[in-house]
Protein backbone atom coordinates (compact mmCIF):
# COMPACT_ATOMS: atom_id res chain seq x y z
CA UNK A 1 0.00 0.00 0.00
CA UNK A 2 1.03 3.79 -0.61
CA UNK A 3 1.98 5.93 1.99
CA UNK A 4 3.27 2.88 4.21
CA UNK A 5 6.74 3.30 5.99
CA UNK A 6 9.57 0.76 5.59
CA UNK A 7 9.07 -1.64 8.36
CA UNK A 8 11.63 -3.34 11.20
CA UNK A 9 12.13 -6.13 8.92
CA UNK A 10 13.32 -3.40 5.95
CA UNK A 11 16.65 -2.58 8.00
CA UNK A 12 19.35 -4.81 9.32
CA UNK A 13 19.15 -7.08 6.39
CA UNK A 14 16.02 -8.75 7.33
CA UNK A 15 16.75 -8.57 11.05
CA UNK A 16 14.35 -6.66 13.72
CA UNK A 17 16.03 -3.48 14.74
CA UNK A 18 14.32 -1.07 17.87
CA UNK A 19 13.43 2.06 16.14
CA UNK A 20 16.49 4.75 16.68
CA UNK A 21 18.99 2.01 16.45
CA UNK A 22 20.72 0.10 14.05
CA UNK A 23 21.13 -3.71 13.41
CA UNK A 24 21.61 -6.01 16.63
CA UNK A 25 25.30 -6.45 17.13
CA UNK A 26 26.52 -9.94 16.00
CA UNK A 27 27.08 -12.27 19.22
CA UNK A 28 30.09 -13.82 19.55
CA UNK A 29 29.91 -17.80 18.47
CA UNK A 30 30.22 -20.10 21.90
CA UNK A 31 31.36 -23.12 19.48
CA UNK A 32 33.90 -23.23 16.68
CA UNK A 33 33.44 -24.85 13.11
CA UNK A 34 34.77 -28.31 14.31
CA UNK A 35 31.91 -28.06 16.88
CA UNK A 36 34.43 -27.37 19.91
CA UNK A 37 33.66 -25.00 22.81
CA UNK A 38 35.37 -21.63 22.73
CA UNK A 39 36.12 -18.95 25.47
CA UNK A 40 36.64 -18.80 29.20
CA UNK A 41 36.01 -22.01 31.14
CA UNK A 42 32.88 -22.71 32.94
CA UNK A 43 32.77 -23.60 36.61
CA UNK A 44 31.27 -26.58 35.63
CA UNK A 45 33.85 -27.22 33.36
CA UNK A 46 36.84 -26.42 36.04
CA UNK A 47 35.10 -28.58 38.34
CA UNK A 48 34.91 -31.25 35.77
CA UNK A 49 39.10 -30.23 34.97
CA UNK A 50 39.77 -30.47 38.31
CA UNK A 51 38.46 -34.10 39.09
CA UNK A 52 40.36 -35.40 36.21
CA UNK A 53 43.52 -34.19 37.21
CA UNK A 54 43.37 -35.25 40.96
CA UNK A 55 41.81 -38.89 39.32
CA UNK A 56 44.97 -39.07 36.93
CA UNK A 57 47.67 -37.86 40.04
CA UNK A 58 45.69 -40.72 41.97
CA UNK A 59 45.92 -43.59 39.31
CA UNK A 60 49.29 -42.47 38.04
CA UNK A 61 51.02 -42.23 41.97
CA UNK A 62 52.74 -39.06 40.90
CA UNK A 63 52.82 -35.03 41.65
CA UNK A 64 52.63 -32.22 39.33
CA UNK A 65 56.49 -31.62 39.62
CA UNK A 66 57.27 -35.47 38.87
CA UNK A 67 55.31 -35.25 35.65
CA UNK A 68 56.58 -31.71 35.19
CA UNK A 69 60.19 -33.49 34.77
CA UNK A 70 58.98 -36.80 32.77
CA UNK A 71 59.03 -37.43 29.62
CA UNK A 72 56.86 -36.36 26.70
CA UNK A 73 55.15 -39.76 26.62
CA UNK A 74 53.91 -39.40 30.79
CA UNK A 75 52.72 -36.20 29.74
CA UNK A 76 50.46 -36.43 26.62
CA UNK A 77 49.06 -39.30 28.58
CA UNK A 78 48.35 -36.98 31.04
CA UNK A 79 46.87 -34.06 28.89
CA UNK A 80 44.60 -36.57 27.42
CA UNK A 81 43.24 -38.12 30.79
CA UNK A 82 42.39 -34.15 31.43
CA UNK A 83 40.37 -33.92 28.36
CA UNK A 84 37.58 -36.43 29.41
CA UNK A 85 34.08 -35.21 29.32
CA UNK A 86 34.85 -31.46 27.79
CA UNK A 87 34.33 -30.75 24.41
CA UNK A 88 36.99 -28.52 24.01
CA UNK A 89 39.95 -28.51 21.48
CA UNK A 90 42.79 -30.93 22.74
CA UNK A 91 45.37 -27.71 22.08
CA UNK A 92 43.29 -25.92 24.43
CA UNK A 93 43.54 -28.53 27.57
CA UNK A 94 47.31 -28.72 26.55
CA UNK A 95 47.52 -24.99 27.17
CA UNK A 96 45.19 -25.41 30.50
CA UNK A 97 47.61 -28.64 31.84
CA UNK A 98 51.15 -26.28 30.54
CA UNK A 99 50.07 -23.50 33.01
CA UNK A 100 49.66 -26.05 35.86
CA UNK A 101 52.64 -27.62 35.29
CA UNK A 102 54.66 -25.01 34.36
CA UNK A 103 53.97 -22.41 37.01
CA UNK A 104 54.00 -24.40 40.40
CA UNK A 105 54.41 -22.11 43.16
CA UNK A 106 54.33 -18.43 41.16
CA UNK A 107 53.16 -16.15 43.12
CA UNK A 108 50.98 -12.93 41.77
CA UNK A 109 49.81 -9.51 42.95
CA UNK A 110 51.76 -6.60 44.15
CA UNK A 111 54.98 -6.72 45.42
CA UNK A 112 55.67 -6.59 49.51
CA UNK A 113 58.67 -3.87 50.23
CA UNK A 114 60.81 -6.92 51.00
CA UNK A 115 60.34 -8.46 47.73
CA UNK A 116 60.93 -5.05 46.62
CA UNK A 117 64.62 -4.63 48.37
CA UNK A 118 65.82 -8.01 47.72
CA UNK A 119 65.08 -7.68 43.89
CA UNK A 120 67.16 -4.14 43.80
CA UNK A 121 70.11 -6.14 45.55
CA UNK A 122 69.70 -9.25 43.11
CA UNK A 123 70.04 -6.67 40.47
CA UNK A 124 73.51 -5.52 41.09
CA UNK A 125 74.48 -9.37 41.00
CA UNK A 126 72.76 -10.11 37.76
CA UNK A 127 73.09 -8.37 34.40
CA UNK A 128 71.79 -9.18 30.63
CA UNK A 129 68.47 -10.18 29.55
CA UNK A 130 67.83 -13.05 31.66
CA UNK A 131 68.09 -11.39 34.78
CA UNK A 132 64.91 -10.88 35.29
CA UNK A 133 63.87 -14.88 34.88
CA UNK A 134 66.99 -15.55 37.04
CA UNK A 135 65.62 -13.48 39.59
CA UNK A 136 61.76 -14.57 39.32
CA UNK A 137 63.21 -18.16 39.97
CA UNK A 138 65.10 -16.54 43.40
CA UNK A 139 61.97 -15.17 44.49
CA UNK A 140 58.83 -17.64 43.17
CA UNK A 141 58.04 -14.85 40.47
CA UNK A 142 57.16 -14.57 36.73
CA UNK A 143 60.48 -12.84 34.89
CA UNK A 144 57.36 -10.57 32.97
CA UNK A 145 56.39 -9.67 36.42
CA UNK A 146 59.62 -7.89 37.72
CA UNK A 147 60.91 -6.80 34.32
CA UNK A 148 57.59 -5.12 33.97
CA UNK A 149 57.71 -3.40 37.70
CA UNK A 150 61.18 -2.76 37.24
CA UNK A 151 60.75 -0.67 33.64
CA UNK A 152 57.50 0.65 34.35
CA UNK A 153 56.91 1.51 37.74
CA UNK A 154 60.47 1.45 39.48
CA UNK A 155 61.35 -0.58 42.74
CA UNK A 156 60.49 2.32 45.42
CA UNK A 157 57.45 1.51 47.70
CA UNK A 158 54.18 3.35 47.58
CA UNK A 159 55.05 5.57 44.60
CA UNK A 160 52.18 8.45 44.57
CA UNK A 161 50.61 9.05 41.27
CA UNK A 162 51.13 12.77 40.14
CA UNK A 163 48.09 13.97 38.24
CA UNK A 164 49.05 17.59 38.40
CA UNK A 165 51.08 18.68 35.19
CA UNK A 166 54.67 19.31 34.33
CA UNK A 167 55.98 22.27 35.13
CA UNK A 168 59.25 24.21 34.06
CA UNK A 169 61.60 23.12 37.04
CA UNK A 170 60.98 19.28 36.46
CA UNK A 171 61.31 19.60 32.57
CA UNK A 172 64.92 20.92 33.57
CA UNK A 173 65.03 17.75 36.19
CA UNK A 174 64.55 15.70 33.36
CA UNK A 175 67.07 17.37 30.94
CA UNK A 176 69.58 16.87 33.70
CA UNK A 177 68.68 13.02 33.91
CA UNK A 178 69.10 12.48 30.28
CA UNK A 179 72.41 14.26 30.16
CA UNK A 180 73.62 12.45 33.45
CA UNK A 181 71.90 8.41 32.97
CA UNK A 182 71.71 8.71 29.23
CA UNK A 183 67.73 6.92 28.51
CA UNK A 184 67.90 4.96 32.09
CA UNK A 185 64.03 5.83 33.18
CA UNK A 186 64.67 3.92 36.33
CA UNK A 187 67.46 5.77 38.05
CA UNK A 188 65.78 9.66 35.94
CA UNK A 189 62.65 8.75 37.84
CA UNK A 190 64.67 8.47 41.19
CA UNK A 191 65.31 12.27 40.63
CA UNK A 192 61.30 13.07 41.15
CA UNK A 193 59.38 12.52 44.23
CA UNK A 194 56.01 10.94 42.52
CA UNK A 195 57.05 10.35 39.15
CA UNK A 196 57.35 7.09 37.65
CA UNK A 197 59.73 5.68 34.92
CA UNK A 198 57.50 5.36 32.46
CA UNK A 199 55.61 8.50 33.31
CA UNK A 200 59.19 10.07 32.48
CA UNK A 201 59.71 8.50 29.17
CA UNK A 202 56.34 9.21 28.09
CA UNK A 203 56.93 13.25 28.69
CA UNK A 204 60.29 13.34 26.93
CA UNK A 205 58.47 11.71 24.02
CA UNK A 206 55.71 14.25 24.00
CA UNK A 207 58.24 17.38 24.55
CA UNK A 208 60.40 15.84 21.36
CA UNK A 209 57.16 15.35 19.55
CA UNK A 210 56.75 18.61 20.37
CA UNK A 211 59.89 19.90 18.88
CA UNK A 212 60.20 17.76 15.84
CA UNK A 213 56.81 19.99 14.57
CA UNK A 214 58.46 23.41 14.81
CA UNK A 215 61.83 22.65 13.17
CA UNK A 216 62.29 22.99 10.22
CA UNK A 217 65.23 21.89 8.14
CA UNK A 218 66.92 24.01 5.68
CA UNK A 219 68.96 22.43 2.36
CA UNK A 220 72.26 23.73 4.07
CA UNK A 221 70.77 21.62 7.62
CA UNK A 222 70.29 18.51 5.18
CA UNK A 223 74.00 18.89 3.56
CA UNK A 224 74.71 18.86 6.87
CA UNK A 225 72.85 16.12 8.02
CA UNK A 226 74.57 14.13 5.33
CA UNK A 227 77.84 15.11 6.02
CA UNK A 228 77.17 14.04 9.34
CA UNK A 229 76.02 10.25 9.18
CA UNK A 230 79.34 9.93 6.07
CA UNK A 231 81.41 9.83 9.04
CA UNK A 232 79.33 7.22 11.01
CA UNK A 233 80.70 3.64 11.70
CA UNK A 234 77.91 1.87 10.45
CA UNK A 235 76.70 -0.65 8.29
CA UNK A 236 72.69 -0.08 8.14
CA UNK A 237 70.89 2.93 8.75
CA UNK A 238 69.12 0.85 11.54
CA UNK A 239 72.56 0.77 13.40
CA UNK A 240 72.86 4.77 13.60
CA UNK A 241 72.46 5.93 17.17
CA UNK A 242 70.63 9.12 16.03
CA UNK A 243 71.29 10.66 19.92
CA UNK A 244 74.87 10.51 18.81
CA UNK A 245 74.49 12.35 15.37
CA UNK A 246 72.37 15.32 17.60
CA UNK A 247 75.48 15.38 19.41
CA UNK A 248 77.74 15.85 16.52
CA UNK A 249 75.82 18.64 15.31
CA UNK A 250 77.02 22.47 15.05
CA UNK A 251 76.56 23.87 18.47
CA UNK A 252 75.30 27.06 15.54
CA UNK A 253 72.39 25.04 14.03
CA UNK A 254 69.05 24.12 15.70
CA UNK A 255 68.36 23.93 19.36
CA UNK A 256 65.32 21.88 18.26
CA UNK A 257 66.94 19.40 16.52
CA UNK A 258 65.99 16.07 17.72
CA UNK A 259 66.95 12.24 16.68
CA UNK A 260 63.45 11.55 15.37
CA UNK A 261 63.11 14.34 13.55
CA UNK A 262 66.73 14.02 11.72
CA UNK A 263 65.81 10.01 11.26
CA UNK A 264 62.61 11.10 9.44
CA UNK A 265 64.53 13.94 7.20
CA UNK A 266 66.79 11.11 6.28
CA UNK A 267 64.47 8.72 4.87
CA UNK A 268 62.84 11.47 3.04
CA UNK A 269 65.57 12.85 1.68
CA UNK A 270 66.70 8.72 0.45
CA UNK A 271 63.23 8.42 -1.31
CA UNK A 272 63.15 11.82 -3.27
CA UNK A 273 67.24 11.55 -4.11
CA UNK A 274 68.12 8.36 -4.60
CA UNK A 275 66.55 5.65 -7.06
CA UNK A 276 64.99 2.56 -5.72
CA UNK A 277 67.00 0.06 -7.05
CA UNK A 278 70.14 1.45 -5.87
CA UNK A 279 69.08 1.72 -2.12
CA UNK A 280 71.08 -1.25 -1.68
CA UNK A 281 72.80 -0.28 1.42
CA UNK A 282 73.57 2.75 4.00
CA UNK A 283 76.74 3.86 2.36
CA UNK A 284 75.76 3.29 -0.84
CA UNK A 285 73.03 5.76 -0.19
CA UNK A 286 75.14 7.86 1.57
CA UNK A 287 77.86 7.43 -1.03
CA UNK A 288 74.84 8.77 -3.83
CA UNK A 289 73.46 12.12 -2.07
CA UNK A 290 77.67 13.05 -1.19
CA UNK A 291 78.33 12.47 -5.22
CA UNK A 292 74.94 14.39 -7.00
CA UNK A 293 73.53 16.37 -3.70
CA UNK A 294 76.22 17.22 -1.33
CA UNK A 295 79.17 18.07 -3.79
CA UNK A 296 77.57 20.19 -5.98
CA UNK A 297 75.90 22.27 -2.83
CA UNK A 298 79.32 23.24 -1.57
CA UNK A 299 81.09 23.79 -4.71
CA UNK A 300 78.20 25.87 -5.91
CA UNK A 301 78.51 27.79 -2.19
CA UNK A 302 82.29 28.30 -2.93
CA UNK A 303 81.57 29.87 -6.71
CA UNK A 304 78.99 32.22 -4.69
CA UNK A 305 81.64 33.14 -2.39
CA UNK A 306 84.17 33.94 -4.46
CA UNK A 307 82.05 35.70 -7.47
CA UNK A 308 80.92 38.27 -3.98
CA UNK A 309 85.09 38.34 -3.03
CA UNK A 310 85.33 39.97 -6.76
CA UNK A 311 82.86 41.99 -7.19
CA UNK A 312 83.91 43.55 -3.73
CA UNK A 313 87.64 44.15 -5.11
CA UNK A 314 86.04 45.44 -8.39
CA UNK A 315 84.23 47.96 -6.15
CA UNK A 316 87.45 49.30 -4.32
Excluded at 21 to 36: C, F, L
Excluded at 254 to 270: G, Q, V
Aim: with cysteine; aromatic share 10%.
Amino acid sequence: MEGKGPTSLDQGKGQPSVQGKGPPRKRRKKVDKTGYKVGNFTKEENETFEKNLQEYLVQSRLTLSEIKESGRSVKCDFYDYCCKGLNRDRHTIYNKCYARLFNLGKRSGRFSEKELDKIDELLKNFQGHSRFRKIGEILGRYGTQIAVRYNKIGLRHNIPRAIRRWTEEEEVILNEGLEKFGRDWVKISTLFDDRAPFVCQRHFYWIENRFAKKCVLSVNDDVTLIEVLNRQPVNYSEDINWSVVVEQWPSERHTLITPKNLRFRFEKLAKEKVPLGQQKDFHCTIDILMEEFVKPYREKEKSDLCGHGTEVVGGV
